[in-house]
């Protein structure tokens, strides 16, 4: 069985339900700062434009989940995890207004999920 890059936790699915039935199909970013610091950024699909630098870890909850390339070098050995939390994050992601912000939490992959892990 092939190691998930990206997961989501039942509290994230829910909100992206609640978000995916006022916008429709939505996107993931994972931001690499600037104004919104490292946060997982929630699009309306194609809102965002991923470019050639971009790569798709996975999908969460149906969604595409895309980091930057140079980012990713530094993340490629962590099972990334997309969980929601009470707060206003400075972001422009979806789910500000409902007072909550995605987060990221991460692991280490084992050994043994190194060798099932899907080429990029």
């Known amino acids: ?45 194609g809102e965002f434009k991923i470019g050639g630098s971009d790569v798709l870890l996975g999908y969460v909850h149906g969604c595409p989940f895309y980091m930057s390339r140079d980012q990713y070098e530094y993340w490629k050995h962590t099972q990334l995890t997309l969980d929601i939390t009470p707060g206003r994050g400075s972001s422009f992601s979806l789910e500000i207004p409902l007072g909550l912000r995605f987060i990221i939490r991460s692991r280490i992959f084992t050994e043994e999920e190194m060798k099932n892990m899907p080429v990029l």
Not at 13 to 33: T, W
């Open 1 to 45: 069985m092939e190691t998930e890059r990206v997961k989501v936790t039942e509290e994230a699915a829910k909100v992206i339900d609640q978000l995916r039935e006022k916008y429709g199909p939505l996107m993931f970013h994972q931001s690499g700062g600037c104004c919104d610091g490292s946060q997982p950024m929630c699009f309306e699909e």
